[in-house]
């Protein structure tokens, strides 16, 4: 398919509706993990324009950064430490709606005001996580989770 991707106005559902069926075309028939990881970034940052989008992979007992759209990012972070390594030692999707109500928040960028981390699941195992930040309060919802959520069941 050609890489142009289809941005829409509208609502959250109908940017998301829009968007998946674009994504899976996408990462489709392509075994490299990383490549995959860096368009899912690049789709959701150019439909959304969040602050950051990116990919951080469990290496050793590390989350390291991966591929990612946005400011430039904290390179490690340990399990349980901030959103992304509580949502790895949890293995769940955490929603935080304003980051600095969040105890040991590590802020990469001072413009980050809300966040979302979904763990990459493999056999029930977190192998990684995507992490979205917003510079606005309140940014993510249950259709955020839920959506991002089949996103990450594809990789
Ligand atoms: N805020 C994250 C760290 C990663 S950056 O936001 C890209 C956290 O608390 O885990």
Redesign the pocket.
């Given at each position: 398919m050609a890489e142009d991707l289809s941005i829409i106005k509208g609502t959250k559902e109908s940017q998301y509706e829009s968007l998946l069926p674009q994504i899976k075309a996408l990462i489709t028939g392509e075994p490299d993990l990383i490549a995959n990881l860096a368009n899912i970034a690049g789709a959701l940052k150019e439909q959304f324009g969040w602050l950051?989008v990116?990919f951080y992979l469990v290496k050793q007992d590390e989350l390291v950064l991966g591929p990612?759209q946005g400011p430039v990012?904290?390179t490690r972070?340990r399990k349980g430490?901030?959103?992304?390594?509580a949502s790895w030692a949890e293995a769940q999707t955490l929603i935080v709606p304003d980051?600095e109500a969040?105890p040991g928040?590590?802020?990469?960028?001072s413009l980050?005001r809300s966040?979302i981390?979904i763990p990459l699941l493999q056999n029930g195992v977190v192998t990684g996580v995507l992490?979205v930040?917003s510079v606005a309060l309140n940014e993510f919802d249950e259709t955020d989770k839920r959506y991002l959520e089949e996103i990450v069941s594809w990789i």
């Open positions: 950051w990116g990612f990012a904290c972070i430490r901030g959103v992304c390594g980051v969040f928040h590590i802020a990469c960028s980050s966040e981390v992490d930040d």
